[in-house]
């Protein structure tokens, strides 16, 4: 097979919205659709194959039938499927939150740490988030802030528009805020400790659960320096690459790609339709749509009008 079109597990987190389900096409089990995993093999939401000899089995099934080498040489150091990617959609700011790197997250929790990009894809007017600090500041600080409920003084809020591409390292505290809708690029991991939440109710009646000693462990209490180091990439690190791709249907319209042996390829379309042809198959798309194309796949194609993220390892 060419190309594996992908379903994706649903989240119904508390602070979810509606537009997943309403301009994206994806399947709503309740009333707030938070999260989809488009590209996972994570055992919280694994992404399922819709198309081919495969339909129906998951991302994970799919590979463990047809080897490793599908994922690429480049994923060989990786035990576990090194990625995940979703969209989020907040209706409500998130909570203040920070993951730990990979050192401690295999220490205290069994698995990897996380590292991740977000790529914004709707914002409303003067929506923003907190990513890093204004200043640096010490432990204690940090402790006493968080105690008396005035992190967010010393958080930098920072303004968000359609386009802006925020890279958040492990160790670095953040919150997506309210009215904003991201494609999400990220480790395999679901480790996050919660330091602020607002003060909210889950499901259960209780407040969520905080995690002031993992955090206060792991988090750099330093502004955040955004630098280019990508470019030419959106994003460029040791566990994921991500590229633009903007076709406009007119003037480029068609993009001829490879897929070499080095790594698999995820495609994740934001916007537009279109059609992706890989090794003799070809398939539409439409915005949302999410397609994983095994390493050593060779030429790919895609025609149409369309704004996507390319993945790779």
Known sequence: MGILKLKPSSKDYLWGGRRLAEHYGKECPGEVLAETWELSCHPAGPSYIENGVYAGKTLREYIDSEGKQVLGKNCQRFEDFPILIKFIDARDNLSIQVHPDNEYALRYEGQYGKTEMWYVMEAGEGAYLYYGFQKEISKEELRQRIQEDTLLDVLYA??????????IESGTIHAIGKDILIA????????????????????????????????????????????????????????????????????????EGTVTENSFVSILFLDGEGEIACKGERLKYQKGDSFFLAAGSGAYEIVGQCDALVTTV
């Open 158 to 167: 920072a303004p968000v528009h359609k386009g802006d591409v925020f890279f």
């Open 184 to 255: 999400e690029i990220q480790q395999n991991s679901d480790v996050t400790y919660r330091v602020y939440d607002f003060g909210r109710i889950g499901k259960d009646g209780k407040k969520r659960e905080l995690h002031i000693e993992k955090a206060l462990d792991v988090t750099k209490r330093e502004p955040v320096v955004r630098n280019a180091d990508s470019y030419p990439h959106v994003a460029d690190c040791d566990y994921f690459t991500v590229d633009k791709l903007n076709l406009d249907g007119t003037v480029m319209r068609r993009m």
